[in-house]
Structure formats: C-alpha cells, structure tokens
C-alpha cells in the first residue's frame, strides 16, 4: 500500500466509522426529547424510563463521537497538509462553529443526564432539546465543510493564489442546502430504522412489551417520515450533481457517452475497460427527467469529460444504486406502516411487520455509507472540484500505512466496545425499569 492509498483509506476509515456516531448524536436527542415530552404531559412513567434508557445511548455515542471527531480534525491537518494549508481559512468558519455547537451539546447533555429531580422540569426537558438541536447543527455545519469541496465559492483563485476569501459565502455554497436536507433525512432515516428496529426485537421476544412498544412507535415514526421525503431531497440533490458535478452524475449512472434523451440504469455489471453496462434495466427518458426535469433533455456523459478528470465509476455507479435501492424498500416499509395505523390497527399483531423493521436494521446505515462514497468518490481526481487534486494535499510523510493500521486497530476496538456497552444497555432494560405499569398490554 502506498502513501498515498494509506492516506485516503485512513480518511475514508475514520468518516465511515465516525458518520454513524455523529448522525445518532444528530437525531437520538429528539427521540428522547419526545418521549421526555410525553412523560411531562402524561406522567406515565414507561415514557419517564424510557427517556432514561435513551439518554445513557446518547452518552455513549456522545463520546465515542467525541472521540472519532477529534482524530478526524487531526487527520485533515496530519494527512492533506496542502488542503488545509489553502482551504483552512476559506471554510474553516462552519469548523470553528461547529466546535462550538458541539461544546453547547456537552454542557447541555450534562445538565440533561444529571438534572434529574435537581432542575426545574420543563427547564429539564429544555436541555434535552438543545443537545438534539446542537448536534443537528454540528451535523449541518460539517456538511457545509464538505459541500463546498463540492462546490468551491467565496474566494477566487488567480495564479495559484486564493484571493478576495469570503467565509459566509464559503459556507453557504450552490451545493450546501441540497446536501444538507439529504443528510439530515438519511440521518432520521438510518438511526429510526435501527433504534425502531432493536425494540421490534425486543417485542418479538416479549420482553417488557409495552416499554419497547412505545419505544419503537416514537423511533417508527420519526424513520418513516424521513424515509418518505428522502427521494424528494434526492431529487433536488440529483438535479443539483447535474447541474454543478456533471462528471459525478455520469459515474453515478455509468453514462459513458451523452445521450439525449438518456435513460436511467436500474442495476447493471460495470466494464470500465470496455466502458459497457450490461443487465441494467433502462427506463427511458427517466434520467434527463431527474437530472434536467424534461424527459427529452440531454445528459452529458463521460465522454465530454477529460479522462484524466473523471471518477472510478463501477464504484460510483455500485454505490449510488444501493443508496437508492435501500431507500426505495425503506420509503415502501414506511407507506405500509402508516397505512397500518391510518387503519388503527393492533401493532402487536403485526408481527411480519416488526420483523420487516427488525430486518432494517442496518439497512439505513449501509446506504448512509453508499451515499458517502458516491459524493466523496464521485467527485475525484479532485480534493477541491475543479481547483486542487487530491494527489497534490497529500502529505510528502512517509510511513502512513502503518498509520492506517493504527488507526484501523483503534476504531475496531471503540466499535467493540460500544457494541459491548449498548449490548449491556439493552440487557439491562428489565432490570432497572421493570415495573407493574411497563407490562400493562397496549396495542
């Protein structure tokens, strides 16, 4: 493994481990927020155990995101010097303000695990809210980092120089809303599915029913909606690629030549030496319609871009199609569950159903992670699209491999032990809120 390989597999190690601590840091806080709610409101204690049980995952994650974080801030700076060295001070600003929400979750997440009966209880309840809202906005300010890596603006780049550098308009580039609403969807979406998920599990080995029963219909419902509007973000995103990135759009589609007007591939076995696709399913039009919102619009492929400018595409392309495929089953199990209860039907009965959910566990996170390496590897050779390659941020050290391994043994271990601890959480759940009321039968 070279240098440079290490380099960039080290960096996509550490944000595809980190990304799912920081998108349940991002939407777990308004689970527990709403639950807390309830118990205010209903003084039913199930929702006060509950909003207990949660709040020690949040901690959990709270620090292991802390600590994948923290390594990333030092691995931008140890490993793509150069990066750093010209786009540090043009988007450093959603960083510093993002260190900033994060120290208004910490205080907040504190307040929150040890005011019980010390703080006034809607005040209680009130620093819950902050943490979620905090952390969705650490959520949204990284996003904005990325997206104008995307969509480089604020500066402007003469002779090498990056002159006339604007922060505001660094951070609020052409790409930073679209990618945002995405991910803030996917984040609801992905940890909906598994926290709802778990307590489908849990209810199907009946154990402390009605606990999870109201567990899994507040995560449920916050997954469903999310998984519904994620292909109208999808569609704005789409049409956004197409506008800015239209290299990245071709790897995603494995369009190799323009067309008009170009199909959409559903699946397919890329060949990039023969530049083919074969046993895709093309649906005519489809795909000047997304990208362009004419059926007959042309589509610029692969072939109107230099060579040594375009992305690998069977990775973008593979990727891209599990995003969207995980998405479109995630979309159709949340219509049948809304259906199931426009028709007030008994949950408990339904067990086809929470085994559907128990089987999408994972499945959000797996396309989190597709959607990553489709908007990080559909947009090389660039580190900066369309100003600075990747190659030349790299740092000139030598030895990153054995970085990587490091590195690799250190995020394998935190993931051992925070399986470990949530494991323990959940076995814990009879034990320390088991009471008469958690078993009364609810449907």
């Not at 974080?69 to 303000?97: N, V």
């Not at 997206?147 to 922060?167: K, T």
């Not at 399913?281 to 795909?287: D, N, Q, R, S």
């Not at 995020?411 to 494991?423: E, P």
Request: aromatic letters at 14%; a positive charge.
């Amino acid at each position: 493994m070279d240098d440079f390989l290490a380099a960039r597999s080290q960096m996509a190690l550490s944000l595809g481990f980190h990304i799912i601590f920081s998108c349940i840091g991002m939407v777990m806080p308004f689970f527990m927020a709403v639950s807390h709610y309830k118990w205010l409101k209903t003084n039913d204690e199930v929702y006060k155990n509950l909003t207990k049980a949660w709040s020690k995952g949040v901690a959990i994650f709270f620090a292991t995101g802390a600590v994948s974080g923290t390594m990333l801030s030092f691995e931008l700076g140890l490993l793509w010097p150069k990066f750093m060295e010209h786009a540090g001070p043009i988007f450093g600003m959603p960083f510093s303000l993002e260190g900033t929400a994060f120290f208004i979750e910490a205080i907040a997440l504190g307040f929150f695990l040890y005011g019980w009966d010390k703080l006034n209880k809607w005040f209680h309840w009130f620093t819950g809210m902050v943490v979620g809202v905090s952390g969705l906005a650490s959520g949204i300010l990284v996003v904005a980092a990325n997206s104008w890596m995307n969509s480089p603006a604020g500066f402007d780049f003469v002779n090498g120089q990056y002159l006339h550098v604007d922060p505001i308009q660094a951070m609020f580039n052409k790409a930073w809303f679209s990618q945002a609403l995405h991910m803030c969807l996917a984040a609801f979406t992905a940890t909906g599915f598994a926290v709802a998920g778990v307590h489908a599990l849990m209810i199907l080995r009946n154990q402390n029913k009605h606990f999870h029963l109201q567990a899994f219909k507040i995560a449920a419902v916050f997954a469903c909606i999310g998984a519904l509007l994620q292909p109208l973000s999808g569609d704005i995103s789409a049409k956004d690629v197409a506008k800015r990135q239209p290299a990245k759009l071709a790897a995603m589609e494995a369009l190799y030549k323009t067309e008009k007007p170009a199909p959409l591939l559903i699946g397919g076995i890329v060949n990039e030496k023969d530049q083919t696709v074969k046993g895709a399913i093309k649906i005519p039009g489809a795909l000047s319609f997304l990208a362009h919102g004419d059926f007959k619009a042309e589509v610029k492929g692969l072939d109107q871009i230099p060579k040594d400018q375009q992305p690998p595409v069977a990775i973008t392309h593979y990727a891209f199609q599990i995003m969207v495929g995980i998405g479109t089953l995630l979309a159709l199990i949340s219509l049948v569950y809304f259906i199931h209860l426009i028709r007030k039907k008994a949950l408990l009965e339904k067990r086809w159903l929470l085994k559907l959910f128990v089987l999408a566990i994972p499945l959000g996170y797996v396309a989190l992670e597709a959607g990553w390496v489709v908007t990080e590897v559909g947009r090389q050779p660039w580190i900066i699209y369309g100003i600075m390659r990747t190659k030349d941020a790299v740092t000139p050290m030598p030895g990153i491999a054995y970085s990587f391994y490091i590195f690799s043994a250190i995020y394998l271990s935190l993931s051992v032990i925070v399986t470990f601890l949530l494991y323990r959480q959940i076995k814990m759940v009879p034990v320390l809120y088991n009471n008469p009321v958690s078993e009364t039968p609810n449907h």
